[in-house]
């Protein structure tokens, strides 16, 4: 089945990451001058900012804040190293709070020097911690699986399979699942693993952006959507599916994006929203 088409901006949701030149001040204000309608804030914009005000200044211009970006890195192999993230995963819980973001996602980590079942039982068990203060303060905790090509270091969670097994075990309805196309495109199981992570309630978040063909950087060559190999709009057509009415989060990180003008790259992501989406 064929999604609906995008026609309107009332479902676009930017991360400040992706137009990483602009503070959060000129983000909220361009964001809103194009006709966005939402944004997921990531923590360095915060810094030296009251995040109270930053809040109230975002929603006043009409945007919703739809997450906070990012919390996690729970496994190491040194105690006082996961004592370190768990801290400041309870700070970020606390700026979501001030800022009024209702999610913060989660790049759970992962730890080269141990296996990655440890990681993963650190990640389990760094989430069960905080998840008591998530609940009091009404945020909450998406896990976002990453790429396999990052479970060196920056995730044991891989698939949404596995998201959705560690949700399922947390048990709160303060967990939930991110999903992002551009971590989860390549798996056979996807279609039948949002359904799952619809039916039991964790589908919190959808990211879009695309896959470069050939892929430069690692990290820092993530494509607009309609410039790579991604099924986007079937993924959407998915999550849609699943009962997901909230943003399409477009979060791309590229330094060949940043380099350009940011204004006439944001009037891109619109249209490839639009077209790609
Ligand atoms: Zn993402």
Same mark, same amino acid.
């Given at each position: 089945m064929n999604p609906k %088409?995008? !026609?309107?901006?009332?479902?676009l949701c930017i991360h400040t990451i992706t137009t990483k030149p602009w503070s959060i001040e000129e983000a909220v204000k361009n964001f809103t001058n194009a006709g966005v309608c939402g944004i997921t804030v990531w923590r360095d914009t915060l810094d030296g900012r009251n995040i109270r005000k930053t809040g109230k200044l975002i929603r006043d211009s009409g945007l919703e804040v739809v997450s906070l970006a990012r919390g996690g890195f729970f496994p190491n192999k040194e105690k006082s190293k996961r004592k370190e993230a768990i801290e400041d995963n309870l700070k970020a819980i606390e700026e979501a709070h001030e800022l009024g973001a209702p999610i913060i996602v989660l790049v759970c980590g992962a730890e080269p020097a141990q296996s990655l079942e440890e990681s993963r039982k650190q990640i389990h068990d760094g989430i069960a911690e905080i998840l008591p203060t998530a609940k009091k303060a009404g945020v909450k905790l998406a896990i976002e699986p990453l790429h396999p090509m990052y479970a060196d270091t920056r995730s044991a969670i891989n698939t949404l399979g596995q998201a959705n097994d560690m949700a399922c075990e947390l048990n709160s309805p303060f967990v939930g699942v991110a999903v992002d196309v551009y971590h989860l495109w390549w798996d056979p199981d996807l279609e039948q693993e949002i359904k799952r992570c619809g039916s039991s309630g964790h589908l919190m978040a959808f990211h879009v952006c695309d896959w470069n063909v %050939? !892929?430069?950087?690692?990290?820092?060559d993530r494509g607009l959507m #309609?410039? #790579?190999?991604? %099924?986007i709009s079937k993924i959407r057509s998915w999550v849609e599916e699943a009962g997901f009415t909230g943003f399409n989060e477009v979060e791309i990180f590229s330094e060949k994006f940043w380099r350009q003008d940011q204004a006439k790259f944001l009037n891109k992501i619109i249209t490839a929203y639009k077209e790609n989406t």
């Open positions: %088409p995008l !026609t309107d901006l009332s479902q %050939p !892929t430069n950087h690692f990290l820092l #309609g410039e #790579g190999c991604i %099924p």
